[in-house]
């Protein structure tokens, strides 16, 4: 929902139209990456701190320094802050912007991986170990070699393998990637170098995991996104094109694709046969949230799928401190999903 319109909002009116509430206010937590393990329920979100910085398309607002992980019994209970997860200053390659994490399990041992800016100002992306779903968190020293841009989310295949996710424009700095070199031109612009509207939208990024999810086992391959006749999405087509906020989920054997259009702020979806795509548009999964930002995942509790997101309903529209949200997704026959609004 756009910044200009914010003002104009009765909170109290649109909290009680809200279709779930936060699920923790204590902090304010975004982008969260659920998984159900051995059980019970795990959300991985980054944690929102006022940088006291105007707000701008870097980011420079977000002063994420931090992870916590929340964890649920069950998808009605109480969700409980496990404490400090992760810190930057334990992260020997990164300075700053601890942004939208995920995780992962295998064979006992739990993994973390997030973007950051390392100290020359570029975003890779980290792993990060604990023997506990709820940390604390070890990084590796290095960030993943050939990472890039932000937002990773890994997604594990029936086969046991497992891919990772991610890209994000703006601020992500997707864009400064398109010759396959970092371009450092105009650092304070957020928008250079982005393609013309009539040109093909810049597109996810996907590659598989090695073995010990400590790096990737291939290079790193562009994620298509066509339209219904098997066309790239344009960069103009806002309503539909990708931004950021890469998830991968599986229903009925079809692999789901979802993902923000950022400046557009809806959370869409694409379906395809394979981990790697091409992937055909679908539809929204959720309407625009109150704040600037949309990211979400899709995890699958007790049989029935539920989408977490955020909004900044809690910090009554300050667009960078937000809070995580729940609510239950439900698909049609044809393998279609029924959008939410998500204040009724």
Not at 34 to 50: L, R
Not at 279 to 299: A, D, M, N, Q
């Amino acid at each position: 929902m756009p910044e200009e319109s914010i003002q104009h909002i009765d909170f109290d009116e649109l909290n009680k139209k809200a279709i779930s509430k936060p699920l923790v206010s204590h902090m304010y937590t975004a982008d969260p990456s659920a998984h159900v393990f051995n059980g019970k329920i795990y959300i991985y979100p980054s944690h929102d701190i006022d940088a006291g910085e105007a707000f701008d398309d870097l980011g420079s607002h977000f002063a994420m320094e931090d992870y916590h992980v929340l964890s649920m019994d069950t998808i009605d209970s109480e969700a409980v802050d496990n404490g400090l997860a992760l810190h930057v200053n334990d992260v020997p390659w990164a300075e700053q912007q601890l942004w939208a994490p995920d995780a992962h399990e295998k064979n006992g041992t739990y993994y973390l991986f997030f973007p950051a800016k390392a100290y020359d100002g570029i975003f890779k992306i980290g792993v990060a170990t604990s023997s506990s779903p709820t940390g604390p968190f070890k990084a590796q020293p290095e960030a993943i070699k050939g990472s890039f841009s932000i937002d990773p989310a890994v997604f594990k295949d029936d086969d046991g393998s497992y891919y990772m996710y991610f890209g994000g424009l703006w601020g992500g700095q997707l864009q400064r990637w398109r010759t396959g070199k970092f371009n450092a031109e105009q650092p304070d612009s957020p928008t250079a170098f982005l393609p013309k509207d009539n040109e093909p939208a810049l597109l996810p990024i996907a590659a598989k995991m090695s073995d010990d999810l400590l790096e990737f086992d291939e290079t790193p391959r562009k994620l298509e996104i066509v339209d219904e006749e098997g066309n790239l999405l344009l960069a103009g087509d806002n309503d539909r094109r990708f931004f950021e906020a890469a998830w991968m989920h599986k229903y009925n054997g079809k692999y789901y694709f979802s993902y923000s259009t950022g400046d557009t702020h809806f959370i869409c979806y694409a379906i395809g046969d394979n981990p790697y795509g091409p992937f055909t548009y679908k539809g929204k999964i959720l309407e625009p949230v109150v704040g600037w930002t949309s990211h979400h995942s899709v995890c699958e509790v007790d049989g029935k799928s539920y989408l977490f997101y955020h909004d900044s309903s809690l910090s009554k529209g300050v667009t960078h401190l937000r809070s995580v949200k729940v609510a239950e997704i439900t698909y049609k026959e044809d393998g279609t999903i029924v959008p939410l609004k998500p204040y009724l």
